[in-house]
């Protein structure tokens, strides 16, 4: 079991979260204050938790991997809730890695090991494409 939490800063809408581990993360409504808009940590999560398996399993395949971004782009309701209605991720890996490497290996960190996307598949259309870039 793990446990996050979650405090008033006690200025305007800003909150600061402690993890399990690592630092704390910073959150507000405030586009000029600091922190993160709090609805951009679940596409964050979802990157986050898929690259972590990516860079995994592609380590294990020796695949000469030096950088991975991604990009993200998600689709919310217009109205209250906002409720999140799709969210792709673009992968950039850097390196010389094979294509169906890279591939197999997003595909499964989505499909199998990310506790995000087994959370989120069945309420958010979740996508992906990828890109190699070598140099």
């Known amino acids: 079991m793990s446990e996050v939490t979650l405090r008033w800063t006690g200025e305007g809408l800003t909150f600061r979260s402690q993890a399990t581990y690592g630092d704390p993360i910073l ?3 405030d ?3 600091p922190g993160s808009k709090p609805s951009d940590l679940l596409p964050i999560s979802l990157a986050a938790c898929t690259v972590y398996d990516v860079v995994v399993i592609l380590r294990k395949q020796r695949q000469d991997l030096r950088a991975l971004e991604v ?4 689709e919310q309701d217009p109205d209250p809730p906002w409720t999140f209605r799709s969210i792709h991720m673009h992968f950039v890996l850097t ?10 290996a997003i595909e499964l960190s989505e499909s199998k090991y990310c506790s995000v996307a087994a959370t989120l598949r069945s309420v958010v259309r979740l996508s992906h494409s990828y890109e190699i870039v070598t140099g």
Do not use: F, H, N, W
């Open 31 to 33: 586009p000029e204050g």
């Open 27 to 29: 959150t507000g409504q």
């Open 71 to 74: 990009r993200t782009t998600s």
């Open 95 to 104: 390196g010389a890695v094979d294509d169906r490497k890279a591939s197999r």
